[in-house]
């Protein structure tokens, strides 16, 4: 299984820079994972737009996609590593994960998911939900290969 995560703004270098990469190492391997960084938009009456159609044109074709939004499903951690393994069980090689800028996905980027998961109600900046997000991914991991990390 690879992963790809498509988001707004570059990490390198942010104050959440080390945390996202503790967790790509500690993934390393299995599952791949790929980070793919939209430049953020500058002009603010486009923003979202250009964000948006940058987002939707680095999705790769067949992949499974997963929108992070607000009003998306939401899981526990053995149910999302339960997911995953389904995913894989069905021979899904590429899962995208799409986590939107300060104004999130539009309308049309989230109807190109085959999936909306969320981490709550409230709002996160997108670069820690990129931290949630590995970090859950890292957790599945160590759930399906039955690792102590995880506890119930």
Known sequence: MRYKIIAIGKSKGSDYDSAMQTYVKRINGKPHIEEISIKKEKDPKRLNILENEAIRSAIPNGAFVIA??????????????????????????????????????????????????????????????????????YRAQQILSGHPYHKE
């Open 68 to 137: 992070l939004t607000p009003e998306g499903k939401e899981f526990t951690s053995p149910a999302l590593a339960q997911k995953i393994q389904n995913l894989e069980n069905q021979s899904i090689s590429d899962t995208v994960f799409l986590i939107g800028g300060a104004d999130g996905l539009d309308d049309q980027t989230k109807s190109l998911a085959d999936m909306s998961l969320s981490f709550g109600q409230m709002t996160w900046p997108h670069l820690l939900a990129r931290v949630m997000l590995l970090e859950q991914l």
